[in-house]
């Protein structure tokens, strides 16, 4: 028999991959005689628009579809689903052989029943080992991506560029895990062989989409990405606080980050200075006495708590100019971890504001989007009460807005992060940096946004619903007007909505005083 030669579209051409093996196998076309080659990635202009935008729907949609080619081969019955599986992963494997190991699997699955009851079998093994290493390589990928921001020509929202270097053909695989994780991001990452583009819905300068869209283009050069930004150095200082010298395991380290994954990471340069350093470190941290434990309940009367004061670095006096302080407490509340919510998060989420706003607002705590842009109330509950104080004609720009809690605490679910309310001793480790966010602003009122941020300013439990709209004292002697959390308008009955929002800002027009006169 002539030897076949199929040309599959490109590296990751599954499709094509099942539909060929398909037709060998029916026409009786033993593996030895069939060669397979890829036709080399079409050149053309970097996100070029021939290519189809990519809806994050249809991710899953494409996922499912193939998912259901189990008849890959013969019939549903012939191939089992877990080999279709190990298909679709062993596909993406950089080795050239990869399309004729998994015919040469399929015809062995279809002619020799006994290979299904043998997990040892070499060509088995070997494909085992292969999708492995892909889905390694899709792991490394989520992990160690560094984005880096810059501002292009005519659009105001910076656009967050990473390069990376996969060893397989993982780009377009591990693409939905970035459009969900960064959703509202504008994202580009350059890979040598693809690149992906993600424009979120409506984002300014493009078409606007509804979905957002994901467009891929051919591969890049390293110096395509941009040089290090201000937000790496601010990561370079936050990696080097949380370096523990005395959990310093290098075979870990090396094997859980490879040194090929180094030269891509900002972070990678200071391994070697610190992991020198460790030991030093780890013999003065044994040597230390016990740190005294950070105060929990019990509401701070000096201007600058100490427990704020422990994280911020021992050789720094907290600033007498606030704007300075605020800032140093901003950069220490990324090391806290005085509860188990930090270690989670993202980033830490500061308030932000003048430095003597009259009016301090305070809400829970980040959610989803908070912690992935670091500024408070900017996803859906900032949107709302975005509309509520233009309603009621307050700038934001006249605000101090915080919360009680400064880290994002959430639960998994799936690929999503579902918000998750803070623990009383979650807030209660936090308070301190509220306390100090106060004493730097001395705000002349504040509004308590929710049961939470009242409980933490009140020092009391709040029943929210009974005590809304009026003002109560806390314990310094300053204001305190409570209401509802946006979100429990989001959450209200869509039919009682815009009663609730207008008692809504009822409750917050209380304040608008303090604002007008402040203008
Ligand atoms: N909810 C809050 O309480 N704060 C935020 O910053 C966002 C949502």
């Given at each position: 028999m002539a030897t076949q030669t199929v040309t599959l579209d490109?590296?990751?051409?599954w499709s094509g991959f099942r539909h060929e093996a398909r037709t060998l196998l029916a026409r009786q076309?033993?593996?030895?005689?069939v060669v397979w080659h890829t036709r080399a990635s079409a050149a053309g202009?970097?996100?070029?628009?021939?290519d189809p935008a990519f809806d994050p729907a249809s991710v899953e949609d494409a996922s499912s579809s193939r998912r259901s080619g189990?008849?890959?081969?013969?019939?549903a019955s012939v191939v089992p689903p877990a080999f279709v599986r190990l298909c679709e992963t062993v596909v993406?494997?950089?080795?050239?052989?990869r399309f004729g190991l998994l015919y040469r699997l399929l015809w062995r699955l279809v002619h020799e029943r006994g290979l299904r009851n043998d997990p040892l079998d070499a060509d088995r093994v070997h494909a085992q080992h292969m999708a492995q290493a892909v889905r390694r390589d899709m792991h490394k990928m989520k992990a160690f991506v560094r984005f880096r921001s810059i501002v292009e020509a005519g659009n105001p929202e910076p656009v967050h560029v990473a390069w990376f270097e996969p060893v397989h053909h993982i780009v377009e695989a591990v693409a939905p895990f970035f459009v969900r994780r960064f959703t509202q991001m504008r994202w580009v990452i350059l890979t040598p062989e693809r690149s992906l583009r993600w424009e979120p819905?409506?984002?300014?300068?493009?078409?606007?989409?509804v979905e957002g869209a994901l467009s891929f283009g051919p591969g890049a050069r390293r110096q395509d990405a941009p040089p290090a930004d201000a937000g790496e150095a601010l990561w370079l200082t936050y990696y080097q606080n949380i370096f523990n010298p005395a959990r310093l395991k290098l075979a870990m380290m090396q094997k859980e980050m490879?040194?090929?994954?180094?030269?891509?990471?900002?972070e990678a340069e200071l391994i070697t200075p610190l992991t020198i350093d460790a030991m030093a470190r780890s013999g003065r941290m044994i040597e230390a006495p016990p740190t005294v434990p950070a105060r929990r309940i019990e509401v701070v009367e000096?201007?600058?708590s100490p427990a704020s004061l422990s994280?911020?670095?021992?050789?720094?006096?907290?600033?007498?100019?606030p704007v300075e302080a605020l800032a140093q407490l901003k950069d220490a509340t990324q090391r806290?971890?005085?509860?188990?919510i930090g270690a989670h998060a993202t980033q830490s989420v500061f308030g932000e504001g003048p430095?003597?706003?009259a009016l301090m607002v305070v809400g829970e705590q980040p959610g989803d989007q908070e912690d992935l842009?670091?500024?408070?109330?900017?996803g859906p509950a900032g949107q709302l009460f975005d509309r509520a104080i233009a309603d009621l004609g307050w700038?934001?720009?006249a605000l101090y807005v915080t919360n009680a809690v400064k880290h994002f605490k959430f639960e998994l679910r799936g690929k999503r992060r579902i918000h998750k309310t803070p623990a009383q001793q979650e807030v209660a480790a936090c308070l301190h940096w509220l306390e100090s966010e106060k004493a730097q602003v001395q705000p002349q009122a504040l509004v308590a946004l929710g049961a939470t941020a009242a409980r933490a300013l009140l020092g009391r439990p709040v029943a929210v619903m009974k005590e809304r709209g009026q003002w109560h004292t806390d314990a310094q002697g300053r204001q305190v007007l409570v209401t509802l959390h946006p979100s429990a308008l989001l959450r209200a009955d869509p039919a009682q909505h815009e009663e609730a929002y207008g008692a809504w800002l009822r409750d917050l027009a209380l304040a608008s005083s303090l604002i007008h006169a402040a203008a």
């Open positions: 490109g590296d990751t051409d076309i033993p593996p030895e005689d202009d970097l996100f070029a628009s021939d189990a008849h890959v081969g013969a019939s993406l494997h950089e080795d050239p052989s819905a409506g984002a300014s300068g493009t078409s606007g989409t490879p040194r090929r994954y180094w030269r891509n990471l900002p000096s201007l600058a994280l911020i670095p021992e050789e720094t006096q907290l600033s007498a100019d806290c971890r005085e509860c188990p430095v003597r706003a842009r670091g500024r408070p109330f900017v700038p934001r720009e």
